[in-house]
């Protein structure tokens, strides 16, 4: 089992940064791959990056690919979404999910999730 806790969210104007972070507990990090997923008001989820278990590989949404950067700290069983670049479109509650087995683009590839974190972009 694995607790996913995520922070970092806040409100932002347009063109700026935030670095959302998802602590892990319960089991180290790197037995699990990672994923950040974002639901907007009336949308449905949607896939936003995936990091595997080592860190070595990555994957993006072209929505957020060149502007968001996911990486990860084994040894603080912490994974950091950096976004840059922000847009009123990215306006949304961010999710990180985890899996045993590889970095899906479905929020089906997940088995827990943390309780989400708001993210606004004014315009």
């Known amino acids: 089992q694995v607790q996913l806790v995520e922070s970092g969210g806040g409100l932002v104007q347009a063109g700026g940064s935030l670095r959302l972070s998802c602590a892990t507990s319960?089991?180290?990090?790197?037995?699990?791959?990672m994923g950040w997923f974002r639901q907007a008001p009336g949308k449905e989820r949607e896939f936003v990056a995936a990091?595997?278990?080592?860190?070595?590989?990555?994957y993006y949404a072209d929505s957020v690919k060149g502007r968001f950067t996911l990486f990860r700290d084994n040894i603080k069983n912490t994974a950091y979404l950096q976004m840059n670049s922000l847009a009123p479109e990215d306006t949304a509650v961010y999710y990180c999910?985890?899996?045993?087995?590889?970095?899906?683009?479905?929020?089906?590839?997940?088995?827990?999730w943390g309780q989400g974190t708001q993210v606004t972009v004014s315009s």
């Open positions: 319960g089991r180290t990090a790197r037995t699990y791959a």
């Open positions: 990091i595997s278990r080592s860190g070595s590989a990555t």
């Open positions: 999910a985890a899996n045993e087995i590889y970095p899906g683009r479905s929020p089906t590839n997940y088995d827990y």
